[in-house]
T-cell receptor
Framework: NAGVTQTPKFRVLKTGQSMTLLCAQDMNHEYMYWYRQDPGMGLRLIHYSVGEGTTAKGEVPDGYNVSRLKKQNFLLGLESAAPSQTSVYFC?????????????FGPGTRLTVT | EDKVVQSPLSLVVHEGDTVTLNCSYEVTNFRSLLWYKQEKKAPTFLFMLTSSGIEKKSGRLSSILDKKELFSILNITATQTGDSAVYLCAVRYYGGSQGNLIFGKGTKLSVKP
């Protein structure tokens, strides 16, 4: 049981390049989330998904797209990277919730955009 | 605007000290409050609190929620260097995805030998 995994762990992009971050979970969780964490800003929700084939915007969705084609995977895409997207990205997952389940986090992806 | 505020933002103590971390919130349709510990990488879950006045305890860590005054505290007794981490407070609310959390900025705790 690996929990929540993220690939890659580190990435450096040039401005304008694109990339996809992959999140996978093996806990059969319905809900999945993408956050970014910046110094002094805490964790901020980018996008989330409440089930396969469904996604929704979080607090800071601009510049990102997501897809949930399979229940266990949640992809975060940057179509045209900008230096403001330099951050640590965390994926999380949880059971479909009545508010009683915590979110489990992946180890993070450190992205630098130059 | 919904917000979660943690204090202090950073704290330095010596081993054996007792610390109290604070989390206050202004969140519409409050559902529950969660505490996470973040060391180098992923936040790891500590506690979830939904009812006022009921203390949750795990070893040297304990937490309690006051829904009337809209805050929670996390206590760590007999601190150890391994307690050094960022402690995150998050509030879950009804509406939208019921799993959504609003995070505070965290309290960075440093425990010196």
């Amino acid at each position: 049981n690996a929990g929540v995994t993220q690939t890659p762990k580190f990435r450096v992009l040039k401005t304008g390049q694109s990339m996809t971050l992959l999140c996978a979970q093996d806990m059969n969780h319905e809900y999945m989330y993408w956050y970014r964490q910046d110094p002094g800003m805490g964790l901020r929700l980018i996008h989330y998904s409440v089930g396969e084939g469904t996604t929704a915007k979080g607090e800071v969705p601009d510049g990102y797209n997501v897809s949930r084609l399979k229940k266990q995977n949640f992809l975060l895409g940057l179509e045209s990277a900008a230096p403001s997207q330099t951050s640590v990205y965390f994926c999380a997952s949880s059971y479909a919730t009545s508010g009683t389940y915590e979110q489990y986090f992946g180890p993070g992806t450190r992205l630098t955009v130059t | 605007e919904d917000k979660v505020v943690q204090s202090p933002l950073s704290l330095v103590v010596h081993e054996g000290d007792t610390v109290t971390l604070n989390c206050s919130y202004e969140v519409t349709n409050f559902r529950s409050l969660l505490w996470y510990k973040q060391e180098k990488k992923a936040p790891t879950f500590l506690f979830m609190l939904t009812s006022s006045g009921i203390e949750k305890k795990s070893g040297r860590l304990s937490s309690i929620l006051d829904k009337k005054e809209l805050f929670s505290i996390l206590n760590i007794t007999a601190t150890q260097t391994g307690d050094s981490a960022v402690y995150l407070c998050a509030v879950r609310y009804y509406g939208g995805s019921q799993g959504n959390l609003i995070f505070g900025k965290g309290t960075k705790l440093s425990v010196k030998p």
